[in-house]
């Protein structure tokens, strides 16, 4: 068994977290889960500010790493390794958790793992549900929309990504303009659920093509110009965009993911297939059904790991982390901040 403290500063969340576990069998136990959310402090600017982020990361980390280890209850020498997010992300985060994490390695003598903050994405299924490779990941946040075909350690295979926005930056957007609070994707649920659907249409991006990669910016713009037209919007006027939006969003995303489920079903013939959910917007629930239906329709088995293991946090960096270690990585001291660090 082994015992690691992650680290996790590539965005808006300020996070530490220790994991115990092991990959034979795949077995993870989450000791502490520390998320400080940096909402409040980007509310005001209708999305993250990178001076800001790195700023609060630097204020925040060092008190956030000692509660991780408290709640744990865990000293220094219960510690085998520290994973810290190396990359992708914003550059100011990134150099406060790598530098706080070497240096953390350097003072207690133990090996520094950089990890990948999207393999971090990818790997929580394992430590939640000891799922076996291959599988396919969907993940959906602020920052990426990507399918992954998750083949084992290491071997990742990007099937799919955004050409555009992200699935999360465009809730956000959509937010914005309509002057709903940041983060655009709650505030933008909650609106649909009292609005029709139909009132406005909307553009289904991408729809119909045979390439698996996906595409929101012209959704954007459609709803940008309808919201125009309406001039001052009242309260039905925004929950209508809201869920025009919405299942908009639903509609092109089902189409894009059946692709791929089906490209899977054709190359994994026989394996029970698997579709993994991750990123902030697998808490929506007219997506989550969707992906439900979708996956019940291909025969594929549907995981999404509990949200606040879905959304950003430093246990899916523990558990990277483990997993490499377990398999002989050593530690990199001489590792850097990689602002874009494809997976
Ligand atoms: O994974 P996450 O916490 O952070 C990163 O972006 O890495 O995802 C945050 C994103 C934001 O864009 C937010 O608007 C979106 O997830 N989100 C949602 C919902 N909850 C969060 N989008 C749609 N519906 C939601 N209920
Ligand atoms: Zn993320």
Same mark, same amino acid.
């Given at each position: 068994m082994l015992t690691i403290l992650g680290i996790e500063t590539s965005c808006d969340e300020t996070a530490a977290s220790v994991v115990r576990g092991g990959t034979n069998p795949v077995r993870g136990e989450v000791l502490s889960n520390i998320v400080h959310s940096q909402i409040d402090d980007h509310a005001a600017y209708g999305g993250v500010v990178p001076e800001i982020a790195a700023r609060a990361h630097v204020e925040k980390l060092d008190g956030i790493v000692q509660r991780a280890l408290d709640e744990a209850n865990c000293t220094w020498s219960d510690i085998d390794a520290i994973a810290a997010t190396t990359g992708p992300g914003l550059v100011g985060g990134l150099i406060v958790g790598v530098m706080t994490g070497k240096a953390i390695a350097y003072a207690q003598n133990k090996p520094f793992l950089p990890v990948n903050h999207l393999e971090g994405h990818a790997l929580t299924a394992r430590l939640t549900d000891g799922i076996q490779f291959p599988y396919l990941l969907l993940l959906v946040s602020g920052g990426h929309t990507q399918i992954v075909l998750v083949r084992g350690l290491g071997d990742y295979e990007r099937w799919a990504s955004t050409i555009d926005d992200a699935l999360g930056e465009a809730f956000d957007k959509t937010a914005k303009l309509l002057g709903l609070p940041y983060p655009g994707g709650p505030a933008v649920?909650?609106?649909?659920? /009292?609005?029709? *659907?139909?009132?406005? !249409?909307? *553009?289904? *991006?991408?729809?119909?093509?045979?390439?698996?990669?996906?595409?929101?910016?012209?959704?954007?713009?459609?709803?940008?110009?309808?919201?125009?037209?309406? #001039?001052?919007?009242?309260? /039905? /006027?925004?929950?209508?965009?809201?869920? !025009?939006?919405?299942?908009?969003?639903? &509609?092109?995303? &089902?189409?894009?993911?059946?692709?791929?489920?089906?490209?899977?079903?054709? &190359?994994?013939?026989?394996?029970? *297939?698997?579709?993994?959910?991750?990123? #902030?917007?697998?808490a929506n629930k007219a997506i989550r059904t969707m992906l439900e239906k979708a996956c019940a329709d291909h025969g594929f088995t549907f995981l999404a790991p509990p949200i606040a293991l879905c959304t950003d946090n430093a246990a899916m960096i523990a558990w990277a982390g483990l997993e490499h270690l377990s398999e002989g990585a050593q530690s990199d001291m001489d590792a850097t901040p990689r602002p874009r660090w494809p997976l």
């Open positions: 649920e909650k609106h649909a659920l /009292d609005g029709n *659907p139909k009132r406005f !249409s909307l *553009p289904r *991006p991408l729809k119909g093509e045979d390439r698996l990669d996906f595409s929101f910016s012209g959704l954007k713009t459609a709803l940008r110009r309808q919201a125009t037209e309406l #001039g001052a919007l009242t309260k /039905d /006027d925004i929950d209508d965009l809201c869920a !025009s939006f919405q299942i908009a969003v639903t &509609e092109s995303l &089902e189409d894009r993911i059946s692709r791929s489920l089906l490209r899977y079903r054709n &190359e994994f013939e026989g394996r029970q *297939p698997t579709l993994v959910v991750a990123g #902030g917007v697998a």
